[in-house]
């Protein structure tokens, strides 16, 4: 071989692997994320892998038009929303509602029945009296409660030939332990249908894992300040959702009184329950049965875990000896928590 061809030779083996690098660093998956604020005030993440600018620019566009249109049907606080007017109903008649509609209720009669009807979206009605009583500051008498409760149950919710009735008067809907959920699942399966692969949502604290790979979650700590986290936790395909009674309360005589009802006794929750994080399965299930542990207490609430495919969960009780942390036993090797509360971790 003469001299020029071997530096010609050379030179084109460096030019392929010139090529070649480029070509890696290009398809490297890039990691692009935006955050908006569909829910007054409350943040919606989105983090997608490998999309391009222009594509993620698309994607996002179409997640704000869907988060947009399910938060005016299920936000009962939206005037004109599809809910607000299911939550009008005229005595004794019926709606005609959306499919989106149908779905929420249908999963929520779904999870109703899972948790032993501890997850109950008919809860409202308590939930004002109590909210009214804190304003009053004083307790709800007997027969308040019992005039409450008469208007709860899913089981007088009708859905029939896609229009909804109540079974009651004054009954009403609140999907606020659920929508945040079905929203991260719809957003999903939007990306998911657009060609992202891989990704993460956060509605509001409602995380959702979606497409190959795990994730790295942060959880709360329930005893310090927001933004303090108990842990970390790894999730492949599935949600990821903490309910706790830390943050929201009514107060009355110097008590405080959770935001969550137990539908049962129409009572606020008050069963030493600090918070309850739900690890997979559907963002909707995660998100209500999060909310159902916290009513369920931490007996009746592992057992309903254990009963669940694809479900585990962790839950922070109080006890005289400070705060013990219950964690379904298929979650420990996922779950990295800091070293003041490994300490207090029991499994299930
Ligand atoms: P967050 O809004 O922080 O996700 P939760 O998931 O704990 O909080 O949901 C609490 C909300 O669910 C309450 O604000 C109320 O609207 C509603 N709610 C309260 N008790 C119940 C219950 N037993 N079943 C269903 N929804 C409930
Ligand atoms: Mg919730």
């Known amino acids: 071989m003469n001299r020029s061809l071997k530096v010609l030779s050379v030179a084109a083996i460096v030019a392929i692997f010139a090529i070649l690098a480029l070509l890696i660093v290009r398809s490297e998956p890039s990691r692009r994320e935006a955050t908006f604020f569909p829910m007054g005030g409350i943040p919606f993440k989105v983090v997608a892998y490998g999309r391009s600018a222009v594509e993620f620019d698309a ?4 997640v704000k038009r869907r988060v947009e249109d399910l938060e ?3 936000n009962r606080f939206k005037e004109g929303s599809e809910l607000a007017a299911v939550n009008g109903l005229d005595p004794g ?9 149908q779905r929420i209720i249908a999963l929520s009669r779904e999870w109703h029945g899972a948790s032993l009807g501890a997850f109950d979206p008919t809860v409202t009605p308590l939930i004002e009296l109590w909210r009214e009583s804190g304003r009053e500051g004083r307790l709800p008498d007997a027969s308040r409660i019992a005039a409450a409760r008469s208007m709860v149950g899913f089981d007088k919710v009708r859905v029939r030939g ?15 332990a659920i929508a945040k959920g079905l929203i991260a699942d719809e957003v999903a399966n939007l990306l998911m249908r657009r060609g992202v692969a891989r990704g993460v949502i956060d509605a509001g604290g409602n995380g959702l894992a979606f497409g190959a790979g795990s994730f790295r979650f942060g959880i709360q700590d329930p005893m310090k300040e927001r933004g303090m986290l108990m842990g970390a936790v790894d999730v492949t395909m599935g949600g990821v959702v903490t309910s706790g009674s830390y943050e929201r309360f009514v107060k009355i005589g110097g008590r405080r009184y959770s935001h969550i009802i137990d539908p049962r006794d129409g009572m606020p929750v008050e069963n030493g329950m600090i918070a309850a994080t739900v690890v997979g399965g559907t963002g909707a299930g995660a998100d209500s ?3 159902a542990l916290m009513v369920l207490g931490k007996d009746e609430g592992r057992r ?7 479900y585990d969960a962790m839950l922070v009780e109080g006890g005289p000896l400070g705060p013990v942390v219950w964690v379904s036993a298929n979650l420990a090797s996922r779950l990295v ?12």
């Open 289 to 291: 049965l999060a909310t």
């Open 72 to 74: 005016q049907r299920f």
């Open 337 to 348: 928590l800091t070293k003041e509360w490994a300490e207090r971790v029991r499994l299930f």
């Open 59 to 62: 994607d996002m566009a179409a």
């Open 162 to 176: 896609g229009k909804v009735r109540f079974a009651r008067d004054g009954m009403s809907l609140d999907f606020g």
């Open 304 to 310: 309903v875990v254990k009963s669940l495919e694809g």
């Open 93 to 101: 008649s019926s709606l005609e509602i959306s499919s989106d509609m």
